[in-house]
């Protein structure tokens, strides 16, 4: 892929999922390449988000230690990040096989990476807005977290051979309930402090 088909594939992304989704699976790539790539990007993703918050540090000092050190070392997020994307993968294949869907780890995958690349372009474009103009990166932030599940809907419709992004919705909202258990046990491991009554 050339930087012409990287621009190609980013702008249908933005503008049709379903078609970036199709040409991402038409590449079929080795399903050892896409973990590799999804924990590329988990370290990636990393890097610029601990570059924005020694950028822009909390107003309150006291805020980072309330969410414990996953989010301020850098390591110990990347495997956190990493470790629930995987598992996102995971819950997205099998939920989505269960309501009927065709999708399998090795389509789920790279749909899910191609996601963190998108993720990482825009924290690298909040970054830069951040210092410019504040106002509009926190604008970019609401789009992108709103167009964001438009895209993940469109990815598992593809994926998974539906036809509506409605069962989609249902694949994607019963995988969110699947992770919540899976992922408190995660993020209790590594230390994150759960803070009680929220």
């Known amino acids: 892929m050339n930087s012409a088909d990287f621009w190609a594939l980013v702008r249908h992304t933005l503008f049709e999922p379903r078609t970036a989704a199709a040409r991402i699976l038409a590449l ?4 050892e390449a896409a973990w590799a790539g999804l924990a590329l990007m988990a370290v990636l993703n990393t890097l610029v988000y601990t570059l924005s918050i020694r950028m822009s540090p909390p107003a309150d000092p006291t805020a980072m230690g309330v969410m414990g050190p996953a989010f301020h070392t850098p390591l110990i997020f ?3 990040l990493f470790g629930a994307l995987a598992l996102t993968a995971l819950a997205l294949t099998y939920v989505g096989r269960y309501l009927g869907g065709q999708g399998t780890l090795t389509e789920l995958v790279p749909l899910l990476a191609w996601m963190q690349v998108m ?6 474009a909040i970054v830069v807005l951040a210092l410019a103009v504040p106002v509009l990166a926190a604008a970019l932030v609401l789009v992108s977290a709103v167009w964001g599940i438009v895209i993940l809907l469109a990815f598992v419709a593809v994926a998974h051979g539906y036809s509506s992004l409605f069962r989609a919705a249902g694949a994607v909202v019963l ?3 699947a992770l919540a258990v899976a992922l408190s046990v995660l993020l209790s491991l590594v230390g994150v402090t759960m803070v009680k009554g929220m």
């Open 28 to 31: 079929r790539l080795p399903v």
């Open 175 to 177: 995988s969110i309930m």
């Open 119 to 124: 993720r990482l372009l825009v924290q690298m």
């Open 78 to 80: 990347a495997v956190m």
